[in-house]
């Protein structure tokens, strides 16, 4: 059974910083498009981040956290993260980890970032 279970979401100040995890179970790993999606109240789910699965590793961003985000995966942990920095309302929303690979996808259940003062 595929599990992708994310960590670390929660309430933060405008211009601080929140570490996301992402522990994945039940898929070969490291043979995996990884990445990160968000959906903001009464707006579409967006990409967020995307890394590469194998090496180099290459990662794409979306504009609007382009500089400020950053995604890095640790294949012998089975892991991902996403490191946000300089994090504003706008940032507010669910965050979830995903898979690809090929016609194959999964999705986390979420984590909640809340960037209020």
């Known amino acids: 059974q595929v599990q992708l279970v994310e960590a670390g979401g929660g309430l933060v100040q405008p211009g601080g910083s929140l570490r996301l995890s992402c522990s994945a179970s039940?898929?070969?790993?490291?043979?995996?498009?990884m990445g990160w999606y968000r959906q903001a109240p009464g707006k579409q789910r967006e990409m967020v981040a995307l890394?590469?699965?194998?090496?180099?590793?290459?990662?794409n961003y979306a504009n609007a956290v382009r500089g400020r985000f950053t995604v890095n995966r640790d294949n012998a942990k089975n892991t991902m993260s996403l490191q946000m920095n300089s994090l504003t309302p706008e940032d507010t929303a669910v965050y979830y980890c995903?898979?690809?690979?090929?016609?194959?996808?999964?999705w986390g259940k979420g984590t909640l970032v809340t960037v209020s003062s």
């Open positions: 890394i590469s699965a194998g090496t180099p590793r290459f990662a």
């Open positions: 995903y898979a690809e690979s090929g016609v194959l996808n999964y």
């Open positions: 039940g898929i070969p790993f490291s043979s995996y498009v």
